[in-house]
Structure formats: C-alpha cells, structure tokens
C-alpha cells in the first residue's frame, strides 16, 4: 500500500508537468524583476580618473603596475599648495621626509628605511635625472605634472640607490594653445610670503613651444636664540625653470629643460632635546649660522615613437654648490 502513494505521487508529478497549464510553464512564463535603477543602489560608488605614471620608465596605467605607489597629480599639488616634494608625501602611506630646517637635508623614508645625503637609499628623480644627494632634492615645484612615490626596491630599473624606493617628480610640457599664464601673491604668518608666476604657448604652431616659471619665496624662522633675540632658522630662495618643446615631425620630439635656485636659509634649528621639551622653539647659541645653496641643471630629452618600438633618451646636468 505504501509503495503504491510514492507511484501514484510521482504518476501527477509527471502529468502536471507535461500538462499545458502547469506550474512549471506558467513559472517560465513570468517576466523577471527588472533590476534596480542607480538612483536605488545602495552602495556608495566613487569613479577615479586615470593615472598614467612613469615609475617603470614607460608610461602605464597605475592600476596595471605591480607596484606599491602613490601618484600626487598636478590638480592635487596646485589646490593643496604643494610647493616642495616633502609636502606632496602627506598623500603616500609609509612615506616621511625628515628636514632639518634648511631645505638642503630634506631626507626621504619609506618603510623605514632612510636616505642618506650623499649614499641615498631613496633617490628622487627629477624629468628622468637621478639626484644621488639630498641637497639637490629638495626643489620648489614649478609647472610639475604630477609627483610619484615607488614604495620596496627599485635597483632592477634604477640602480643601487633606490633600495627603499623612488621619489619620481615630472614637469609638464609647455602647451602648443595660445599662451596663458597665472600669477599669486600668497601671504602668511611669520611674515611669510611666496611671489609665483609661469607662461606657456607656441612660438611656432604645431612645431615649438616654450614655457617659463619663477618663484620667491620667504618666510622668518621658527627658533629664537635667547641670547640674541633673533631667529636663525629662517628660509629664502628664488627658483626659475624654462622649457623649449620641440616636434619637427609627427613622430619626433625634443625637450630642453633648464632649471636654476638660489637659497639662503637660516641656521639649523637644532638644540638639546630636553631644553626643547621645556623650551619648544628656543635655543641659546653664542653663533648665529646660515645655509647658501645655488642649484643649476640642465635636462635634454628625446623620444621617436615607431610603429614596433619607440626610442626615448635622457641626458641631464646638474651642478650644485652648498655653503
């Protein structure tokens, strides 16, 4: 008796089934939920612009890279008032500078392991140059497109000195529009203010452009001998860049970049730790000092992009003299 139920169930099972009207043509039958309009997604979307950055010494998609890094845009240096490479590493997790007080020992550290003024563990690379020390490091960002901090060993693409990683800084090429230009007058505290200017345009249409930069900036020191009453940590210097970009046919190019500084800081303002804690921002010395440096370099690149490959040069001087 019980095994006839089980054959009886599964005989009306197979009817319904097979019946026009059953259950599983009508279900088949029923149009889907469309799905939710964006206005009812709940998830909070943000869309990210592209980053094309020049850490493996082509240009890529950061998303593509198998690297650890942080690239700082143009548009983020300008709206946060980046005017030196410490500034810009608030944007890089892992990422310290440490300066005493003169911009010519401006030392980077990545992961902890830092560089040395001379012997860098971290090198930062300016349009392709590699600095090798920290007193010519440290230079005010004029027309810079964007900043990238490499974070974990490099050495395979750039040599010895960049074991902790890179700091890869690239000016923007000068524009073939018709000239523009900006100009600000910024002031602060500490009687700090910065003079800024650049301009860029075609000299000849399609084929030679130029661009040109300039900033002064100062500000008093942030220590003040007891002895003296003056401050000597204070900071000043003028910086120019100039640029020719020059494409005498579709796929040539050559760019000249011609950079030059003039600094005179203050003293270091460097005492005994504990009167520090005591005394932030004092100091007594019976010898007020200063920090001179002069900066000049000059840049040379070429590129011939090919249908298979594409040939890139970089040449660059730099000479700097610190006192």
Do not use: C
């Not at 943000?46 to 010494?57: C, D, F, I, R």
């Not at 392991?113 to 392709?128: C, E, V, Y």
């Not at 920290?134 to 693409?157: T, Y």
């Amino acid at each position: 008796m019980h095994t006839m139920k089980i054959r009886t169930a599964r005989l009306a099972l197979t009817l319904a089934l097979l019946a026009p009207g059953g259950a599983v043509p009508a279900l088949a039958q029923t149009p889907a939920a469309p799905p939710p309009a964006p206005q009812d997604d709940p998830l909070l979307r943000v869309g990210l612009p592209p980053v094309t950055v020049t850490a493996q010494k082509e240009p890529e998609d950061v998303q593509k890279l198998p690297l650890s890094v942080t690239a700082v845009t143009k548009e983020t240096i300008e709206r946060a008032g980046i005017r030196i490479p410490s500034d810009a590493a608030l944007f890089s997790p892992n990422t310290i500078f440490t300066d005493f007080t003169a911009r010519r020992l401006s030392n980077a550290r990545i992961r902890g392991i830092g560089a040395s003024p001379n012997n860098p563990a971290i090198t930062t690379f300016i349009d392709g140059v590699p600095q090798l020390s920290a007193n010519s490091s440290s230079l005010d960002l004029l027309d810079v497109q964007q900043i990238e901090f490499v974070r974990g060993p490099q050495s395979a693409l750039f040599g010895r000195n960049t074991l902790g990683g890179l700091v890869n800084v690239t000016s923007a090429k000068p524009a073939f529009s018709k000239w523009t230009g900006a100009f600000s007058l910024p002031f602060g505290n500490y009687s700090a203010f910065e003079l800024r200017g650049n301009a860029s345009g075609a000299l000849i249409a399609d084929t030679l452009s130029a661009s040109g930069a300039f900033s002064y900036a100062a500000r008093d020191g942030f220590t003040t001998n007891d002895l003296s009453g003056n401050d000597f940590d204070s900071r000043g210097a003028f910086t120019g860049k100039g640029q020719l970009l020059w494409k005498p046919a579709p796929k040539w190019e050559a760019r000249v970049i011609v950079t030059g500084e003039r600094a005179e800081d203050g003293d270091y303002g460097l005492n005994d730790l504990e009167m520090l804690r005591q005394n932030p921002h004092r100091s007594s010395r019976n010898f007020e000092g200063f920090t001179d440096r002069s900066i000049f370099s000059t840049t040379v690149q070429t590129e011939r992009k090919g249908d298979q490959f594409t040939i890139s040069t970089t040449s660059g001087f730099v000479r700097w003299t610190t006192e």
